[in-house]
Nanobody, 120 residues
Framework: QVQLQESGPGLVKPSQTLSLTCTVSGGSITTNGFYWSWVRQPPGKGLAWVGY???????YSSPSLKSRASISRDTSKNQFTLQLSSVTPEDTAVYYC????????????WGQGTQVTVSS
């Protein structure tokens, strides 16, 4: 069974870069037909898609983030990583990694989520 686990610092200062890693077990991130996404939920708000890296290695991020998000992967470790630059307190959220067979919807496996707070 596929399992996802997020890791990274829980506190980031404004203007710095947030970096999170999702470690996948029970399945390869290069298996054809899957999208590996980052999704976040700010306090008191709904889920918001951040970006994905496809099994092919192509990436796409939410236009609302204005090119601040970058997603990469390490296939030797079966991990993918989110980097979000120039963070502000509005980037405070629980960040999840998730898998789907369709871009940005229909997630069938989720990580447990990790709280990231942006504060000085």
């Amino acid at each position: 069974q596929v399992q996802l686990q997020e890791s990274g610092p829980g506190l980031v200062k404004p203007s710095q870069t947030l970096s999170l890693t999702c470690t996948v077990s029970g399945g390869s991130i290069t298996t054809n037909g899957f999208y590996w996404s980052w999704v976040r939920q700010p306090p008191g708000k709904g889920l918001a898609w951040v970006g994905y890296i496809a099994s092919s290695g192509s990436t796409y991020s939410s236009p609302s983030l204005k090119s601040r998000a970058s997603i990469s992967r390490d296939t030797s470790k079966n991990q993918f990583t989110l980097q979000l630059s120039s963070v502000t307190p509005e980037d405070t959220a629980v960040y999840y990694c998730a898998r789907s067979e369709v871009e940005t919807i229909g997630y069938d496996h989720w990580g447990q989520g990790t709280q990231v707070t942006v504060s000085s």
